[in-house]
């Protein structure tokens, strides 16, 4: 699959997460050469090859789109904007209480505990914002898994696992707001979508079997 996708990939990496639960999870995690796709014990102990397969194809995706820089630009984005806000929250704080705090102005020490609510109180107004960028990042890698591995019966079985720690059919307000992967049900019609649009992946026999009868 690796080379299929063009990734100069060697081995497969494998993480102890048993200890601590029995939760199914895989990364893609390093920079540059250090990059790899990681997948956890639980994953290959508990999974069937095609539910491997189209985990690992979905992480593929995550490393072929380039997911981990765009990422960091975007959140970057988000926090260069925090700063302005910063800036903005701080001044309008301390023209109001700024004297009954005895704080003196934004150069003053003092002011640090003030900026951590403020930003805090940004990235709280940003979750939908943030929320948005990695859950649209997951459902990209969702399709290309789906085209990588061709296993859409097994995407969604281990999108019905994942219903073990995540909610499978939140609204749509609740999914845009407080979902950063797309939800159970989200993932799972797309995997039928898939399937449906490729017949033939259904299953190999149908694919083995001759077009054209011979008289
Ligand atoms: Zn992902």
């Known amino acids: 699959m690796a080379r299929a996708n063009g990734i100069p990939a060697t081995d497969v990496y494998e993480f102890d997460a048993s200890r601590q639960s029995n939760r199914v999870s895989a990364n893609v995690s390093g920079f540059a050469r250090t990059q790899r796709i990681s997948l956890n014990d639980n994953l290959v102990k508990r999974c069937t090859l095609p539910e491997i397969e189209t985990t690992m194809g979905h992480e593929m995706g995550h490393y072929v789109l380039n997911h981990e820089y765009k990422g960091l630009v975007m959140i970057g984005v988000v926090v260069v904007i925090g700063f302005s806000f910063l800036s903005w929250g701080i001044n309008f704080s301390l023209?109001?209480?700024?004297?009954?705090w005895d704080v003196r102005g934004i150069s003053d020490v003092a002011v640090l505990p003030l900026s951590v609510i403020v930003f805090s109180f940004y990235f709280f107004l940003m979750t939908p914002v943030t929320n948005t960028i990695t859950?649209?990042?997951?459902?990209?890698?969702?399709?290309?898994?789906?085209?990588?591995?061709?296993?859409?019966?097994?995407?969604a079985n281990v999108d019905l696992m994942l219903g073990e720690y995540r909610k499978l059919d939140p609204g749509p307000v609740e999914e845009f707001i407080f979902f950063d992967h797309p939800s159970g049900r989200t993932r799972i019609t797309a995997a039928m979508r898939w399937k449906a649009e490729h017949p033939q992946s259904a299953s190999p026999e149908e694919v083995a079997r001759p077009i054209f009868k011979s008289q």
């Open 95 to 100: 023209a109001r209480w700024g004297e009954k």
């Open 135 to 155: 859950r649209t990042m997951e459902y990209e890698a969702d399709m290309y898994g789906l085209n990588a591995a061709q296993q859409p019966d097994g995407e």
